[in-house]
T-cell receptor, first 117, second 113 residues
Framework: GAGVSQSPSNKVTEKGKDVELRCDPISGHTALYWYRQSLGQGLEFLIY????????KSGLPSDRFSAERTGGSVSTLTIQRTQQEDSAVYLC???????????????FGPGTRLTVT | GENVEQHPSTLSVQEGDSAVIKCTYSDSASNYFPWYKQELGKRPQLIID?????GEKKDQRIAVTLNKTAKHFSLHITETQPEDSAVYFCAAGTTDSWGKFQFGAGTQVVVTP
């Protein structure tokens, strides 16, 4: 079946502009996660959605970052007034979450490479 | 919150040798420890996981061990092959958090022929 998809695959933007990154999770997955991966670095947790519950925003680095998930499916990560340090690969993942019983596996999307010039 | 440390950051091994990656965690409530593999230019994928009610789990050439008392767990790859070259991430979390894990910084494994 279809995996997690993300768009765009690459985004180049000027410093100070806003960007929106999109994630389409696997159908039936109730949990959705956003991570940031800087060059040669690990996976930095940003935000987590579980069903209709309030999202866990504990990883968002500043108030310039926000995310929403509409209808329990598609999610958009928005970065306002982008800075050069925001340049990274933004990965989305989904899992069965509360609906998954014993499965906690996260399925990752291909990522969006964001470059802020 | 949980803090996961991973060592080494890079590991070079000869084909056929074994590779070991170690992780420590801080939260004694963590009870689920997955390992993800990320090949160059690709997305991370789960390769093996272990829960706190077992001390070891094996899947072909890959094994994971867990020491809850010492709060550390390790990934063992035997008979390494060039296709094992990748970045490996460990993670720790609680099953109560339904998949919200703290990931380690990653280990770049290079298997040389």
């Amino acid at each position: 079946g279809a995996g997690v998809s993300q768009s765009p695959s690459n985004k180049v933007t000027e410093k100070g502009k806003d960007v929106e990154l999109r994630c389409d999770p696997i159908s039936g997955h109730t949990a959705l996660y956003w991570y940031r991966q800087s060059l040669g670095q690990g996976l930095e947790f940003l935000i987590y959605f579980q069903g209709n519950s309030a999202p866990d925003k504990s990883g968002l680095p500043s108030d310039r970052f926000s995310a929403e998930r509409t209808g329990g499916s598609v999610s958009t990560l928005t970065i306002q007034r982008t800075q050069q340090e925001d340049s990274a690969v933004y990965l989305c993942a989904s899992s069965y979450g509360l609906a998954g019983g014993r499965s906690y596996e996260q399925y990752f999307g291909p990522g969006t490479r964001l470059t802020v010039t | 919150g949980e803090n996961v440390e991973q060592h080494p950051s890079t590991l070079s091994v000869q084909e056929g040798d074994s590779a070991v990656i170690k992780c420590t965690y801080s939260d004694s409530a963590s009870n689920y420890f997955p390992w993800y593999k990320q090949e160059l230019g690709k997305r991370p994928q789960l390769i093996i996981d272990i829960r706190s009610n077992v001390g070891e789990k094996k899947d072909q050439r890959i094994a994971v061990t867990l020491n809850k008392t010492a709060k550390h767990f390790s990934l063992h790859i035997t008979e390494t092959q060039p296709e094992d070259s990748a970045v490996y991430f460990c993670a720790a979390g609680t099953t109560d958090s339904w998949g919200k894990f703290q990931f380690g910084a990653g280990t770049q494994v290079v298997v040389t022929p």
